[in-house]
Structure formats: C-alpha cells, structure tokens
C-alpha cells in the first residue's frame, strides 16, 4: 500500500481512540498514530485540522477529517480513497 494515508490523532486515556486503532488494525489497513499528550507537533497538528478542537480521536483518511469514532464514515473514507484492507 506505500505510505499510509490514514493518520489517527489519539490519546492513551481515550476508550474510542482504542477501538479506532482496533478497527484498522483489524481490516488490515496501515495508519500512523500519534499520541498528543507526548507529540506537540501532532497536537498542533490536530488543532489545525479541527480547528483548534481538543476531541480525539482525530482521523485523517486522503485529507477527509473525521472526529470521533464512527465506523460508518470512516468505511465511507477508506472506499474513496482506496485504503480498505
């Protein structure tokens, strides 16, 4: 698949952030994860993206901005571009 296009903004305290990351990993689909309660770059990052929204999980799918954990868009994401595992 090359380089991921997916990129999760989490934290290790999020109970959806865990299911995000469960949910990829179980549809065999490549992402990169930053923890933004160790990353300032990444938090500021997500900040940009939402703007400045504080919620996470933060999934970036192909540049589509999804906040929160809703399987329905984020399967609706990865058919458009590509990413399903």
Avoid: H, Q, W
């Amino acid at each position: 698949m090359g380089k991921s296009k997916v990129v999760i903004y989490t934290t290790p305290t999020c109970p959806y952030c865990n299911r995000v990351r469960e949910f990829f990993k179980d549809s065999g689909i490549d992402f990169t994860d930053y923890d933004v309660t160790k990353e300032e770059r990444a938090l500021a990052e997500m900040r940009k993206l939402t703007e400045n929204g504080e919620r996470v999980p933060v999934i970036n799918i192909g540049g589509e901005i999804i906040i929160g954990f809703d399987e329905s868009r984020i399967e609706g994401a990865l058919k458009k571009y590509g990413e399903e595992g």
